[in-house]
């Protein structure tokens, strides 16, 4: 099965910053809680949030990032962030 990685780039936000009270950590998949999630890595700089996932599948990603993320990712960042996903074998990941 061919695995997944996503790469998000937002600006950060705390809760209670906006008026939707999210924060871009919520907006990230979390290990141990969300299906299909191998890998995920974090960091923070000069105002922007930096999120690479990589994924057991095509389906858990778009499960994830679904209609109800892209959503509230608009109304938290409007047009300000960025995901990319793509598929990745063993050799690129390497």
């Not at 998000?8 to 969300?34: H, K, Q």
């Not at 990603?61 to 990745?88: P, Q, T």
Request: proline share 3%; aromatic share 8%.
């Amino acid at each position: 099965m061919e695995k997944y990685l996503s790469v998000l780039n937002c600006p950060v936000s705390g809760e209670g910053e906006d008026e939707t009270s999210t924060s871009s950590r919520a907006l990230c998949p979390s290990l141990g809680i969300t299906p299909g999630l191998s890998t995920r890595h974090l960091r923070v700089r000069d105002g922007q949030l930096l999120c690479i996932c990589i994924w057991e599948s095509q389906a858990a990603c778009d499960a994830f990032f679904n209609a109800d993320w892209h959503a509230r990712a608009e109304a938290l960042w409007e047009d300000g962030y960025d995901l990319r996903v793509s598929a990745c074998n063993a050799a690129s990941a390497a």
